[in-house]
């Protein structure tokens, strides 16, 4: 038996003889290797942190001692020694294990955070109530120095390094997010590693700063965090690891060390992500003043090739989405048009910016917003489901929603070309459609399906077309007559639109996000009183946190494929 298989407990993972650590670490990522091939997912993160994670619960008593992990996509391995690697044949599929922190799965998960720079926060509002509470329990954050780019981890050490309850902050230190580690803190953290006897910014502040220390070994790690708890008062434990350690094809994969790596079979598909990149960089070479700013994002959101082409209009700002946008609406000031590619999730992190910063001032800034809707196995925290709900009250700010690659492009043309005011571009992380033709096209909408009734409208929301034209014809299969719209820019809501439901009996507004401030609901509002015989319903996601599973079964389960939509529509006909 492998040292790996006698781990039943972290009381037996506390009594593993020291020689025999080296074996279970090499042994934890062989597993993360063979799971994590199969099911898809974070592996170089987990892959870097292993000895690390070993060390934690060898020194801190999990659960009563508080460790948080910042960006929770690198918990794996704690997801190992606290007792799930038997559940990981189920990694990030429907009804099956996380890929990120989960309080429903352990008690050893205290937070659901896959956001980043958020664990600091945590730990300080953990330690407060500790103290007050009069309980000598230790709180740990473990957070990378990608992370610590964003500038809430900044406020929350600010108030950490004047608390009387200790909080260790375990600096993981890989030089990375999902790209190296941009500005003065990357260049900071360098020196450090270089010269130990560098003063830290970290002692500046006021906290205590131990290494830096071998990130990779347990023995060391072990020593320098019972000194952290010695000290008693907020340490931060500098480690240095190595993303994807000792697995060769992932260490030297210099793009993002196997950052995450897709499920066994997947065949790589041209995506939405894809068009955008291919069209932008197309853009550029046309028009001068288009830049970009991604928040430590660049090859996620589909920058690498603007960057290859444009080094010098590519600005990485780190995991900072509040300092984007606001640096956008400064190069916008300026006379450029900034493009702000950013994974939907992320976008409410920077409302205020967004609201007071671009729109108040009327600045040509275009927000898109990749990831939109269902993600997939990212789960409740990644699904994009909540930017028309918050982006619609943002007044002059015009959203579109493609339907397909040819729309996506055209799109993002008429958003570079606006100068009254910010645009934002919604799609889904899935392949791309590559064509729905359109029977006739108006001004404010195309015609996808006609049918000689003025008994039922479908309008159809972004990449959510497919689908719909998909149910009008299982409709008309059952002779119900079905007319398909599909309106490219959602909002603010087109006075055609209006227009054109009222000539209507029933109208179904289908989309991928929450009822609340979507197209339809706008709608509703807007015919309030001019045509109360008139049924308008909204086919959308429910206002609920959705578990992570494929996008088709999260679309199913929330009737929002072929089938589901047409019976919803059919049972609405019928009632």
Not at 267 to 281: H, K, Q, R
Not at 499 to 511: I, N
């Amino acid at each position: 038996m492998n040292v790996l298989d006698t781990l039943t407990s972290l009381d037996k993972l506390r009594t593993i003889p020291k020689q025999k650590l080296p074996v279970l670490a090499q042994e934890v990522r062989e597993f993360l290797i063979s799971k994590i091939s199969l099911s898809g997912g974070h592996l170089g993160p987990n892959l870097g942190i292993v000895e690390l994670t070993i060390a934690l619960h060898r020194v801190f008593d999990s659960p009563r001692d508080a460790i948080i992990f910042d960006t929770g996509h690198q918990t794996y391995v704690h997801k190992i020694l606290t007792g799930r690697s038997k559940e990981f044949a189920s990694l990030r599929r429907l009804g099956g294990l996380s890929g990120y922190p989960s309080t429903s799965e352990s008690p050893h998960d205290l937070v659901e955070n896959s956001h980043a720079s958020t664990a600091l926060s945590y730990a300080d509002g953990i330690a407060k109530a500790f103290q007050l509470q009069g309980s000598r329990r230790h709180v740990v954050a473990v957070v990378g120095d990608g992370a610590l780019t964003g500038g809430m981890a900044w406020e929350a050490m600010n108030n950490i390094a004047e608390n009387s309850q200790p909080v260790v902050i375990v600096l993981n230190d890989n030089g990375r997010s999902y790209a190296p580690t941009t500005g003065g803190l990357g260049a900071h953290l360098a020196n450090l590693r270089l010269d130990h006897a560098n003063s830290s910014v970290f002692d500046k502040l006021g906290l205590q700063y131990l290494g830096p220390f071998d990130g990779h070994d347990v023995e060391m790690l072990e020593r320098a965090f019972r000194q952290a708890l010695e000290l008693e008062k907020s340490v931060v434990v500098h480690c240095l690891t190595i993303k994807g350690k000792g697995y060769p094809a992932a260490e030297l994969d210099f793009l993002d060390h196997h950052h995450t790596v897709p499920a066994a079979g997947a065949a790589p598909l041209l995506t939405w992500t894809d068009v955008f990149a291919s069209e932008i960089t197309q853009i550029a070479t046309e028009k001068d003043n288009v830049v970009c700013i991604t928040a430590a994002m660049l090859e996620p959101v589909g920058l690498g090739l603007f960057a290859a082409s444009f080094p010098d209009r590519v600005f990485d700002v780190g995991i900072a989405e509040q300092h984007a946008v606001t640096s956008a609406a400064g190069m916008a000031i300026a006379g450029l048009h900034p493009v702000v590619p950013i994974f939907s999730t992320f976008i409410g992190r920077a409302f205020d910016q967004i609201l007071l910063d671009v729109a108040l001032h009327r600045l040509p800034v275009t927000f898109v917003l990749d990831h939109a809707g269902v993600t997939d196995a990212d789960g409740a925290s990644h699904h994009g489901m909540w930017d028309t709900a918050i982006l619609s009250v943002v007044p002059g700010l015009r959203i579109a929603a493609p339907r397909d690659e040819v729309e996506l492009r055209r799109a993002l043309r008429e958003a570079v070309d606006f100068t009254d005011g910010p645009t934002a571009i919604r799609f889904p992380r899935a392949p791309v459609q590559k064509r729905i033709a359109a029977a006739a096209h108006r001004d404010a909408y195309d015609v996808l399906l006609t049918s000689s009734s003025r008994n039922c409208l479908i309008i159809a929301v972004g990449a959510l077309a497919a689908n719909c034209t998909a149910a009008a014809e299982i409709l008309a299969a059952q002779n119900i007559d079905v007319t398909v719209i599909n309106p490219l820019w959602i909002a603010p809501l087109d006075p055609a639109l209006q227009q054109l439901a009222v000539e209507y009996q029933s109208v179904f507004v289908v989309e991928d996000g929450v009822e609340t401030g979507g197209l339809g609901m706008r709608l509703v509002h807007a015919m309030a009183g001019s045509r109360p015989d008139c049924v308008i319903q909204t086919l959308d996601l429910s206002l609920r946190f959705l578990a992570h599973g494929s996008r088709e079964e999260i679309l199913c389960a929330n009737d929002l494929h072929a089938e589901g939509i047409a019976n919803r529509v059919r049972i609405a006909l019928q009632a």
